[in-house]
């Protein structure tokens, strides 16, 4: 393999670029980073999708970037790909730079884009044909790898890709990123739009595809999905609020929170925003977070002048963090 | 009586029930969750009450009109947005609000003057000249909404509003969703989060083409014996 440009010297250099020699090295000594990302800047016009974007994924990682549309990570997703130029910064998958090293490193990563574009009046059958075709291998190679997911669709292998149900399309198009055997996977916001037993589903497949050493980097909307990964970053204009594990960024979230119920939902939070030490009050399936003003909140207080207010069936209780209280919580810190 | 009506409403598409003989009403200023799997039904039957699609068989009346015979009113008489279909990319923001009112048939002194209230309440005065593209997507969402709400239809309908905005905007839409059901405004709405659904007064979940379960989001939960909203989904959605 050719590598054009010169490499920083902190770049990690992945085993199976190395001479084999009398020592064996594993490829954890030497690096475990399947994807290295230095200041990452991308511009389009005066607006700025991502704003020196740094971090790093290791080998065999389910690495999860959460945030809204407009956060930048379908940006960060296609310079990863080789499929947009950054404006600056160095960005390197699986040991290769994603400018100069474009072609090979097509080769070695996996690409599902968030919209679905598979070729519509191709079967399912031609569609996984043709993508194993372009990457020169076969089907039958790298069946192994996709027959878990395949093996759900291929009653349908004759019907057109375009006719398939979203759920059918999802494992497709999966089934087609995956079919060279590549060694990184990017998933742009696979879940999106798919109701909430398939994307249980999906989660599924990927953890399964992850024991297979697979490295997987998703993007996604769903701040319960980012429970699922092995670490997240946490996305918002084009910058990153925080990466961690999903535990340490719940753990990380340091002010006494508070969950209440009552009858009257909309009255109860315009009750508890009225409270004078409200920080903040936001809903939360069926109970509402509150968080307060003063370093220590009151439970007992609050409870009292909910049932002043004539709220019937008043419940406060404490309670720990989850990753979408942190993250809101971020995102404010971030404004302000 | 009730905004919506419908009994044993059905849609098929050849030899394929998309909607399969449902029968359900729903009360003026309640907030109704109509949830289902993809491909469960739900867009049809959404076409169908929006006066978009004929139904194959059943009955059903929106805002006091006939689905079969009244389409047209339907559509005069309710507020619809969704996550595809909203605004104007290239208009300024003063500019979608004044091409909806004109589609509603408004007259100009009344767009005028929705226009200011409606940026004034939406916080939304600096952005008037600025063009849809350019403001973030929690206005968008916020600001589509409101103009669903521009002709003060009784009845509206959410399609996916939330799909993709940041958890804190994403609350702000539910306080607008409340503010607009206390003006006594029916609110129907579609969505993949599960915790919107016990913002509801009930919810519908759809299996196959029917209604699987309806009920407020405390009565679900203890018929399907489950500690939250996306246990009774997965429950029904798995069959």
């Known amino acids: 393999m050719v590598e054009k440009g010169a490499r920083p010297d902190h770049f990690p250099i992945t085993i199976f670029q190395l001479p084999i020699t009398g020592s064996p090295i594993t490829a954890k000594e030497v690096s475990t980073h399947a994807v290295t990302v230095t200041d990452l800047s991308k511009r389009y016009g005066a607006v700025t999708a991502l704003g020196g974007v740094s971090f790093a994924v290791e080998e065999g990682e389910l690495f999860g970037f959460i945030g809204p549309d407009g956060a930048g990570k379908t940006t960060l997703f296609r310079i990863l790909v080789t499929l947009l130029l950054p404006d600056a910064g160095e960005a390197f998958v699986d040991g290769l730079h994603v400018v100069d090293d474009f072609k090979a490193l097509r080769r070695r990563l996996g690409y599902m884009p968030g919209r679905f574009s598979l070729y519509q009046d191709l079967s399912v059958e031609e569609n996984l044909r043709f993508f194993a075709s372009v990457f020169g291998t076969t089907v039958e190679a790298n069946y192994d790898l996709i027959k878990d997911i395949y093996q759900q669709i291929e009653p349908f292998r004759k019907r057109r890709a375009g006719a398939l149900s979203g759920g059918m399309k999802q494992k497709l198009a999966l089934s087609c990123a995956l079919i060279h055997r590549p060694r990184v996977l990017f998933l742009d916001e696979p879940t999106t739009g798919v109701d909430a037993v398939s994307r249980k589903e999906f989660w599924e497949m990927l953890r399964r595809l992850k024991t297979g050493g697979l490295t997987i980097v998703v993007s996604t909307p769903y701040m319960d999905e980012a429970r699922l990964c092995d670490r997240v970053a946490l996305i918002q204009d084009g910058r990153l609020l925080e990466i961690a594990t999903p535990a340490q960024i719940e753990a990380r979230y340091d002010r006494p929170l508070l969950a209440v119920k009552a009858d009257r939902r909309h009255d109860l939070i315009r009750a508890l925003r009225a409270y004078p030490h409200a920080r903040s009050v936001y809903a939360f399936g069926e109970y509402l977070h509150y968080t307060d003003r003063r370093p220590a909140a009151d439970p007992a207080a609050l409870h009292a002048y909910l049932e002043q207010q004539g709220f019937v069936g008043v419940e406060v209780r404490p309670i720990e963090a989850g990753i979408e209280d942190a993250f809101m919580a971020l995102m404010r810190g971030h404004e302000t | ?239």
């Open chain 2, 1 to 239: 009586m009730p905004i919506i009506e419908a009994h044993d409403l059905t849609r098929k598409f050849g030899a394929f029930t998309a909607v399969d003989h449902i029968t359900f009403d729903v009360a003026e200023g309640e907030i109704l969750g109509f949830l289902g799997a993809n491909g469960a039904g739900k867009t049809t039957a959404i076409r169908m009450l929006t006066g978009l699609l004929e139904p194959t068989s059943g009955a059903a009346t929106v805002a006091g009109f006939d689905v079969y015979r009244q389409p047209e009113r339907i559509k005069q008489n309710i507020g619809y947005m969704s996550q595809k279909f909203s605004l104007y990319e290239d208009l300024s923001v003063a500019e979608n609000i004044r091409f909806y009112g004109g589609i509603y048939g408004l007259p100009g002194r009344a767009i005028r003057r929705k226009t200011d209230a409606l940026l004034d309440k939406l916080d939304l005065a600096h952005a008037r000249d600025q063009r849809i593209q350019a403001l973030p997507l929690g206005w968008r969402q916020k600001l589509a909404f409101s103009v669903a709400l521009l002709h003060d239809p009784r009845l509206v309908f959410l399609d996916e509003p939330t799909g993709g905005v940041d958890p804190i905007t994403r609350r702000q839409f539910w306080d607008l969703i409340y503010e607009t059901a206390a003006e006594g405004v029916t609110v129907f709405v579609t969505t993949h989060y599960m915790d919107e659904a016990e913002y509801c007064d009930r919810v519908s979940i759809m299996v196959d083409g029917r209604i699987a379960a309806l009920g407020p989001p405390a009565a679900l939960k203890q018929q399907f014996a489950a500690a939250s909203m996306d246990e009774v989904f997965v429950r029904l959605a798995r069959g």
